[in-house]
């Protein structure tokens, strides 16, 4: 079963609905047993995984079915750079209801992390020209949102060949360290969770390329697990997760160009406003299965309203923890609240603000004092 086109190292293994134990020691030809199918002294269900450092195809495979006349296996399928898993299973009908279904949780590929390079600015032994370098499978810096879009920016290469696989393909260059190590720094930050302080965002993601998916649908879904934005200008590209900054450029009415049309559109339709929401998320502990989350309403929300109970239905495909769901379910039901939009015209001073620069304005007409926009 090939399970990933990157090394990576195994965390679990789920059978038929379940996630099991593995034996300690290894059965010479079979790999490790899997204690929950074991009887009487005896097992019936091994499980043998490869990492894709591998240099030899497997010893079992090859003496067991080399000479196989439909499907031979040869020594030359070695799977280089491929990580994957032979499950081999003995018959007794006490133990096995039909072929045994098998998912495998990896720990996930390397990434690299442009705070952990010396070279760049950062402070550790990574470097980008060196995969062996990287952040390891399973490390907190593959988890981490920022890190995650700036390597698919970057672009996911072959572990092998060093071919671009998938991915933006953007120059290091165009991706400015500073932002990137505030973004990736934001989504480190300490939040509460179900077990103590855990990081704000985390994310993960299986990219299956047969499905050929755009890398910009992958950034969409990463970025709504931070709150996130991103943005390209002149040719840069920048994210910026969670909440907004600081604002970096203040204004008054007296700085609004009025000989341009200025738009505001201060409230949105009825089907656009909720007070509650709901969300699905994937739950490793339920293999992965797609879960609905606490509903979550707001019972002032709903009497502005006018009582009317008005339910968002969303989704978060790459967030797997349970209390990030629910911080996300809270802080979207705050965001939608935020009704005004101003679209206005400044002064050439402004020409240097970024798409995701925050600025605040003080307004006699609109009664805002200081107040922030994105």
Not at 342 to 364: I, Q, Y
Request: glycine share 10%; with cysteine; charged share 25%.
């Amino acid at each position: 079963l090939e399970l990933a086109d990157h090394p990576a190292t195994l965390a679990r293994v789920l059978v038929n609905g379940a996630w099991c134990s593995l034996s300690a020691t290894a059965h010479e030809h079979y790999g490790t047993a899997v204690t929950d199918y074991r009887e009487d002294g005896e097992d019936y269900l091994w499980v043998k995984f490869y990492d894709g450092t591998q240099t030899a195809a497997d010893p079992g495979l090859v003496a067991h079915y080399g000479d196989d006349g439909a499907r031979p296996y040869r020594s030359d399928m070695i799977g280089r750079g491929i990580s994957y898993a032979i499950v081999t299973a003995l018959h007794n009908p006490k133990i096995h209801r039909g072929v045994p279904e098998v998912l495998f949780e990896l720990d996930g590929m390397r990434l690299y992390d442009p705070r952990k390079d010396t070279g760049v600015g950062g402070n550790g032994l990574q470097r980008l020209n060196d995969r062996s370098t990287w952040s390891a499978a399973g490390g907190l810096a593959n988890s981490n949102p920022a890190v995650q879009a700036y390597n698919i920016l970057l672009g996911l290469r072959d572990p092998i060949t060093d071919e671009q696989l998938w991915g933006g393909g953007v120059a290091p260059a165009d991706l400015p360290l500073a932002d990137w190590f505030a973004a990736m720094n934001e989504c480190d930050a300490d939040a509460d969770g179900d077990a103590g302080i855990e990081r704000q965002y985390v994310s993960g993601v299986e990219i299956l390329l047969e499905d050929e998916l755009e890398p910009a649908d992958i950034l969409e879904e990463i970025g709504k697990g931070a709150q996130a934005q991103f943005a390209e200008a002149a040719g840069k590209w920048t994210m910026r997760p969670g909440p907004p900054g600081a604002a970096v450029f203040a204004f008054s009415d007296d700085d609004v160009i009025v000989t341009s049309d200025e738009e505001l559109d201060p409230f949105p339709s009825l089907d656009e406003v909720f007070n509650g929401i709901t969300a699905r998320y994937p739950e490793p502990e339920d293999g992965w299965a797609d879960k609905e989350a606490p509903q979550r309403l707001n019972a002032a929300y709903r009497a502005q309203d006018g009582g009317r109970l008005s339910i968002a239905n969303v989704t978060w495909p790459t967030v797997s923890s349970r209390a990030q769901v629910q911080r996300l379910m809270a802080s979207a039901l705050k965001d939608q609240r935020r009704f005004r939009r101003h679209a206005v015209v400044l002064p050439p001073e402004a020409r240097a603000l970024g798409p995701l620069d925050v600025v605040e304005w003080t307004s006699a007409r609109h009664g805002y004092i200081d107040k922030q926009f994105a």
